[in-house]
């Protein structure tokens, strides 16, 4: 039952909640992140247009994200909408709460670790969230920049070396941009030239990118980075230098893509 001293979500705010109980009228839930705090989806709100049966939408015991309508803490009432929550919304809230348990996770592993107390691990959360959103996001940054990256938290050695354990056991995540380049060049030296070519236009991300030759006058470059913005930042300028150095011997450049790949976070 809600009461006045409880935490409760805001209206407008999106929330995960578990479908508790079906009834004609709609769906009793509670909300995973209030403690289990009691509301409900008004059969209204499940799907757009007329909803004969709310067992074809929502089942006992299933997770679904709702929106907070209504908050009325004197009369124990919190209204959800199913049906205005965008697939967008939905899928932003579950790779949040997502982040959130491999959070406590690695929170968990590290208490273990370093011996600490719950007092020691709240204290830890309480300073990583100075500087991050997320838990996991200060355990993601150190896998990428080290941890020297959390010098300014100032924590015990002891505690610092065992955030260091265990994010090196974290796979970052990475997409990777896939395309063929086709390049051919008359010039006497046209293989050279090709060859300079891709070699001195990769040459600054090298360790990122590597080209497969296919068979005359097709090389595949596949080129990996943490998301799909930064990568394509860095396969811009590269494509763009091989082409300029081609044409410029008279040669011709084109590049098609192939399908890009995402790698899961881990």
Known sequence: MVTQTQELPEIGEIVLATIAKLTDHGAYVTLDEYDNTQGFLHVSEIAP??????????????????????????????????????????????????????????LDAVKTSAGLTDKDIEKLEDAIFTKYDFVYDAFLDVVTKGIAVLDELKLAKKTATAIEETSSKIKPPSVEIRGICELSCNQPNGVEIIKNAILDSIKDNASSIT????????????IKGPDFKSTERMLKPILDKIQKIIEKSNGTFSFTREESKKTREG
């Open 49 to 106: 247009g007329w909803v004969r049966s709310v067992s074809k939408f929502v089942r006992e015991g299933e997770k679904k994200v709702l929106l907070v309508k209504k908050v009325n803490p004197g009369r124990s009432e919190i209204d959800l909408s199913l049906k205005q929550v965008s697939k967008e919304q939905q899928k932003k809230k579950l790779l949040e709460v997502k982040r959130i348990e491999k959070g406590k996770t690695l």
């Open 211 to 222: 080209v497969t030759y296919i068979g005359a006058p097709k090389y595949r470059l596949s």
